[in-house]
């Protein structure tokens, strides 16, 4: 009772979700979801009933007071947003920051993912990843944003929209250089799965190789900057110095 679950679902086939968050899911008292149609499908499709309120972007501060009220009132609710982990690139940070606030307990309920569900496939064996999610909608600020990533030595991790697919992965390439891998993961877990791997001077001519190639839901991984060998130079660097500190009077 008084507990804020926070409920990932599927980010497609509806057999993507834990059994403990189906039990959660029938037992808590209120369903708060980013769109209840689309949630009323996968509690239909696991035949639960239940009592929903809707908590998306535009709404999410009204809301968490009404998510505190029935905390208040020792109920509690399951959090659940379209697809995959609720505040990842979707709302919940605000309503979680609220209730814990205000002192009530917030689990969570893992499930699925698309960063983490392209990254597992992706075969890239940098250690080290950052999910940036969605770039700006405009290519100038876009590539301001790249600009900034560009130096770090991390795989990068982008959700993009498909009509703005072509553009960012232009701009991709002109600002991270032509060279980079690129994997790109469309329709996970559902009929038209495709995981493409290139390099980014290649992915605009795959994209527009067959009109299929840009609809569905994509996930772009972009390796990371070369490490540079700053150790030999600056090895190097020293003995330079140490001669010439040699010749000083
Ligand atoms: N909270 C979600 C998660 O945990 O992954 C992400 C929600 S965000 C609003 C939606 C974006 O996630 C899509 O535009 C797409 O970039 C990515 N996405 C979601 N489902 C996907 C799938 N099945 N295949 C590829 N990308 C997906």
Partial sequence: TSTLYIVATPIGNLRDISLRALDILAAVDVVAAEDTRTTARLLAHYSIAKKMMALHQHNERAMAEKVVNFLAQGKSIALVTDAGTPGISDPGSAL?????????????????????????????TMPHFLFYGFLPVNSGPRKRELEALKPLPYTLVFYEAPHRILGCVADLAEVLGMHRQLIIARELTKLFETLHRCVLHDAPAWLQADANHQKGEFVLLVSGAEIRTEEKVSDQARRTLALLLEDLP
């Fill in 96 to 124: 979680v920051s609220l209730v814990r606030d205000q002192g009530y307990k917030v689990t969570p309920i893992p499930g699925a993912n698309a960063a983490i569900c392209a990254l597992s496939a992706s075969g890239i």
